[in-house]
């Protein structure tokens, strides 16, 4: 029956605004499995052998959004290998693509119990991750990427967001206050998805 069906928890918000982060923290208290599909793209495009590798580094240095065979995949193999049941897929689905894609590989396979929705100003985003630029070698985090991923934001994975929204599955987390701050909403959102 559906009730054992693996949950997921969709992870959202523009690049800098804390989900990877927060990802982690929710790790340490919570059961679930933290997937980025962000995380996932930039290993598939460094491993020997990858036939996607460039056409990834080449959406990423974009901005742009990978083809949502290439991401689901990458899920769906990360979901089995881990053996376990619940998980929080950070950074995906962007766009109408990404979600189609899911429902058609993983519609009857899992449950979507909610989505985080990690809410920021697009100053504040743009500023950690320029900041984090500094160390992090990550290809997208220059100004120039960057105008195009906060587009690609706005145009493609807001509306996605919203038809979330629209159907009451969305907890808006404000990603703009500390650290600290926003897992404690994070904590309260979760136990109100459970
Ligand atoms: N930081 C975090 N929280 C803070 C706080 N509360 N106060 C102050 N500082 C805070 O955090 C970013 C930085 O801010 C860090 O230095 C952190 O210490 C600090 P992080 O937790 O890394 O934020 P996150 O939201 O995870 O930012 P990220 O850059 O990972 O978000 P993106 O969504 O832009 O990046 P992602 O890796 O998901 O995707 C990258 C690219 O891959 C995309 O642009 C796209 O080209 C491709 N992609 C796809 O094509 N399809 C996908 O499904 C996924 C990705
Ligand atoms: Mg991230």
């Known amino acids: 029956s559906s009730a054992k069906l693996p949950n997921v928890i969709f992870v959202l918000g523009g690049p800098g605004a804390g989900k990877g982060t927060q990802c982690l923290k929710i790790v340490q208290n919570f059961g679930y499995v933290h997937l980025s599909a962000g995380d996932l793209l930039r290993a598939e495009r460094q491993r020997p052998g990858s036939k996607v590798g460039e056409q ?3 959406h990423i240095r974009k901005g742009t959004i990978v083809p949502v065979e290439i991401t689901c995949s990458l899920l769906e193999n990360a979901m089995i290998e881990s053996g376990k049941e ?3 897929i950070d950074g995906f689905p962007r766009n109408k ?3 189609d894609g899911w429902n058609r590989q993983m519609g009857d396979k899992t449950i979507v119990k909610g989505v985080l929705f990690f809410e920021c100003s697009e100053e504040i985003c743009v500023n950690r991750c320029l900041e984090r630029g500094k160390q992090s070698g990550r290809s997208d985090d220059n100004e120039e990427t960057l105008k195009k991923r906060i587009n690609t934001y706005n145009e493609s994975t807001l509306p996605i967001i ?3 929204d629209k159907i009451n599955m969305v907890k808006r987390i404000d990603a703009s206050k500390s650290e600290e701050q ?3 909403e994070v904590q309260s959102a979760l136990n109100e998805i459970k």
Do not use: A, G
Request: aromatic share 26%; net charge negative; hydrophobic share 40%.
């Open 97 to 99: 693509d990404n979600l």
């Open 86 to 88: 619940t998980f929080l």
């Open 182 to 184: 926003v897992y404690d």
């Open 56 to 58: 990834i580094e080449d």
């Open 162 to 164: 919203q038809y979330f």
